[in-house]
Antibody, heavy 116, light 106 residues
Framework: EVQLVETGGGLIQPGGSLRLSCAAS????????MSWVRQAPGKGLEWVAI???????YYADPVKGRFTISRDNSKNTLYLQMNSLRAEDTAVYYCGRGSSDYVDYWGQGTLVTVSS | IQMTQSPSSLSASVGDRVTITCRANQTISSYLHWYQQKPGKAPKLLISGASTLQSGVPSRFSGSGSGTDFTLTISSLQPEDFATYYCQQSYISWWTFGQGTKVDIK
């Protein structure tokens, strides 16, 4: 059974950094496409980043240059390093497994709140 | 690529046929996918590639369209279908979602 568990969310001041983790079981993160998708409170879904099985990475423009998606194959874990955080980055962050086109397994999400 | 869903919300009764539309501002071929999200839960993939029903998804859900105009249809609305539905394009590597359509009980 595929399971994805996100951790690392919390309250952070504007300009700060945070690293989200997504521990995977029932799948191998290095062998598939892994994404981060976020959802601001009461708002819709926004794709953040994807890492391909081959290691290529892609980012949404609002986070490009500030966020980095990566994985640790030995820990079977996906990460999202978030720097220079802004109030508009406040959201529930979901990790997901899927393809180069969609997410078919989702974690439960972790809330990131950027506020002073 | 901008994705626009209509309506933004609708009220329907159990047993109703429900249709949600998603329009892209440029052609996206069939790179269109539909998700269902219930309050406080992660989204669930219903349909990929505009019309391919995911395993375990009831056959009352169907998707159609290509190019710029797409439709999600629920043939007979069930109590567990009250949720918010999102379309998402993957024609370009920067995925974008529609704003969502909330389906609630009339």
């Amino acid at each position: 059974e595929v399971q994805l568990v996100e951790t690392g969310g919390g309250l952070i001041q504007p300009g700060g950094s945070l690293r989200l983790s997504c521990a995977a079981s029932g799948l191998t993160v290095s062998s598939t496409y892994m994404s981060w998708v976020r959802q601001a409170p009461g708002k819709g879904l926004e794709w953040v980043a994807i890492i391909y099985s081959g290691g290529n990475t892609y980012y949404a423009d609002p986070v490009k240059g500030r966020f980095t998606i990566s994985r640790d194959n030995s820990k079977n874990t996906l990460y999202l390093q978030m720097n220079s955080l802004r109030a508009e980055d406040t959201a529930v962050y979901y990790c997901g497994r899927g393809s180069s086109d969609y997410v078919d397994y989702w974690g439960q999400g972790t809330l990131v709140t950027v506020s002073s | 690529i901008q994705m626009t869903q209509s309506p933004s919300s609708l009220s329907a009764s159990v047993g109703d046929r429900v249709t949600i539309t998603c329009r892209a501002n440029q052609t996206i071929s069939s790179y269109l996918h539909w998700y269902q999200q219930k309050p406080g839960k992660a989204p669930k993939l219903l349909i990929s590639g505009a019309s391919t029903l995911q395993s375990g998804v009831p056959s009352r859900f169907s998707g159609s369209g290509s190019g710029t105009d797409f439709t999600l249809t629920i043939s007979s609305l069930q109590p567990e279908d009250f949720a918010t539905y999102y379309c998402q394009q993957s024609y370009i590597s920067w995925w974008t979602f529609g704003q969502g359509t909330k389906v609630d009980i009339k």
